[in-house]
C-alpha cells in the first residue's frame, strides 16, 4: 500500500482548516485517513501548525511520502528561525515600495550631416517679457 502524509481539509465555506493525516494514496483528499498527525491552520499568523514529529518520522521511515505542503511544515517546525527570518524578509518586501525606475534622459539626436555640410548656429532667441494682466 502506497501510505501519503497529506492534508484533510476541515472548517467551513471562506475559512479552511487542516489536519495532518496518514492515508493511502488511493483514498479521496476528506476520506478515510490512518493516523492523525497533526493540524494546520493557514489564517492563522505566525505559528499555525501543530506537528507530532515523531509519528511523522516513524511514518516517513516506513515510506510514507509527505506532500509538498506538509514537507514545507515539517521544514517549518524543525527550524523554526530560519522560517522567522524568511516571513520577516518577506513581510519587509513586501512592505516596501517598489523601487522607480530613474527616467532616461534622452540624448538629443543629431542630424546625419554630410562631411562637406555644415549648418550655421542658429541665434538664441530671448524670453518674451512679461505681461500683466
Sequence with gaps: MAVAIRLRREGALN??????????????????FIEIVGTYDPKKAGQNSTLKLDRIEHWISKGAQPSDTVRSLIKKIKNPEAAAKKAAS???KKAAPAPKPAPVAAEPSEPAVAPA?????????????????
Excluded: I, L, N, Q
Design 15 to 32: 475559512r479552511p482548516y487542516f489536519k495532518v493525516v496518514v492515508t493511502d494514496k488511493r483514498s479521496p483528499r476528506d476520506g478515510k
Design 90 to 92: 518577506a513581510a519587509a
Design 117 to 133: 555640410e555644415t549648418t550655421a548656429p542658429m541665434p538664441e532667441s530671448e524670453p518674451a517679457p512679461p505681461t500683466e494682466s
